[in-house]
């Protein structure tokens, strides 16, 4: 095992208190209103020295927000909401910071829709600024790829129902998926004491495929719950604010047609932390590296911050886990920069691309599941229509893979 821990001292084991208006208010709301305050004044000239004096003030809310607060208030099955909070947190500071060192104003590029208008609203780019992780429409995201739009765009009408009927569609799926993995051992990572993907009674070959399924429904899951949760966001913005479709493009454009590792992670993945990753690990260790300590860089940034999201349900959890997984995925895009020059395509391409997310996603996913995080409980699961069968399913398949192992056994034995 390696020694990638936190220190004991870092350990964050303090008592939470649960969420109340009291304590909305007095923890969790200052850190979000000196967020806006720094998004409004980074648009101003000659601000920088009062973002100097705010970003210190604006951390340490945010630190206090992110430990203090029970989201969940005592109920283990809703402890993803407290990764929530630690993440947004931690999404904060990140931001406040790059924000406080960029010396010129953040400028919108004006996009041609029905809400623009020709004079600049400050009030309102520094919302869309706050509320805009992806950068899209702003002069520091160059380089961001946007997926083209798949719902109807003919009216704001036939948008938005074409976003709720598959945000219904993305929600449903992710309960299914929910309700099936947590069915291969509801005991240990099916439930919120954790517990490992990999089981040991099987044999290393069925081992390895029943954790690997475990590990695409995982992915699958998160895909269509970001998903969802996206295209329901979209379609308020558009029926509430009078946003229009194209201030609001998709997040993802179909993973699994990924034909590099490239490809996945900078397009068809969603890009909503690209950002933060590369302005925290990106830029620094190109400066020392180059191109290659840039790719790594970023995606060892990537693995911390998944690693300070689990230490909001599970403080014990072993950092070097999300490190390795995100690592060798940079790992993963530098050989394939080396081998192929980045022209890696094809079905060769994609069984490459595949076999490499399952590789290192198995490791990924063990972390998740060892701090419990795969056995939290919401309403999409809870509520899935087909939750019984698939249960079902998945106890037979599970049975079916344990008396493979016995009936091999037997036959050595003879």
């Known amino acids: 095992m390696l ?6 001292d870092l350990h964050l084991t303090t ?22 305050a720094t998004a409004f004044l980074v ?3 000659r601000t920088q020295p009062v973002r100097i004096v705010l970003w210190p003030i604006t951390a340490i809310f945010a630190f206090r927000s992110a430990t203090s607060i029970d989201m969940c208030m005592g109920q283990p099955k809703l402890a993803y909401l407290n990764i929530d909070l630690q993440l947004s947190m931690v999404c904060i500071a990140a931001r406040t910071f790059e924000w406080t060192v960029q010396a010129k104003p953040f400028t919108r590029v004006v996009r041609r829709s029905s809400t623009d208008v020709p004079k600049r609203n400050f009030v309102l780019d520094a919302l869309d600024l706050a509320c805009s992780l992806r950068g899209y429409g702003w002069d520091w995201s160059q380089g961001l790829y946007v997926p083209p739009e798949t719902h109807p765009t003919s009216s ?10 598959s945000s219904l569609k993305h929600s449903f799926i992710c309960g299914a998926i929910h309700s099936a993995v947590q069915s291969f051992s509801p005991d240990t990572f ?10 040991d009674s099987l044999p290393p070959h069925l081992r390895y495929l029943r954790s690997s399924i475990i590990a695409t429904l995982c992915a699958f899951g998160i895909y269509s719950i970001l998903q969802a949760a996206h295209e329901l966001t979209v379609a308020l913005c558009v029926l509430l604010l009078r946003q229009h479709p194209d201030q609001c493009p998709p997040s993802f454009d179909s993973p699994w047609r990924s034909t590099s590792l490239r490809e996945f992670w900078s397009r068809r993945w969603h890009q909503w932390f690209r950002r933060i990753f590369i302005f925290f690990g ?7 590296f180059g191109r290659v300590g840039g790719v790594i860089g970023t995606f060892l940034v990537s693995g911390f911050f998944h690693h300070l999201a689990l230490l909001a349900i599970d403080p014990s959890s072993e950092m070097w886990r999300m490190l390795l997984s995100f690592g060798m995925m940079g790992t993963g895009v530098v050989i394939e920069r080396v081998v192929a020059g980045n022209k890696t395509g094809g ?7 595949m076999c490499w997310l399952m590789l290192w996603g198995n490791v990924m996913v063990d972390g998740w599941a060892r701090a419990g995080m795969l056995g939290g409980s ?3 699961d809870s509520a899935t229509p087909v939750r019984q069968p698939i249960e079902r399913l998945v106890r037979l398949f599970d049975e079916y893979l344990h008396a493979s192992q016995q009936k091999t056994s037997g036959k050595t034995l003879q």
Do not use: H, Q
Not at 3 to 8: E, H, I, V
Not at 15 to 36: G, Q
Not at 282 to 288: A, D, F, R, V
């Open 3 to 8: 020694p990638f821990k936190l220190p004991d």
């Open 378 to 380: 919401s309403v999409l």
């Open 15 to 36: 008592p939470r208190a649960p969420l109340t208006t009291e304590t909305f208010v007095s923890v969790i709301l200052p850190p979000v209103v000196c967020y806006f």
């Open 282 to 288: 990106g830029n620094p260790l190109s400066l020392l």
């Open 347 to 353: 079905w060769m391409g994609w069984m490459w691309t």
């Open 43 to 45: 648009l101003l000239p």
């Open 156 to 165: 704001r009408l036939a948008f938005v129902t074409s976003l709720l009927a």
């Open 190 to 199: 099916g439930s919120v004491n954790g517990g490992s993907i990999f089981d």
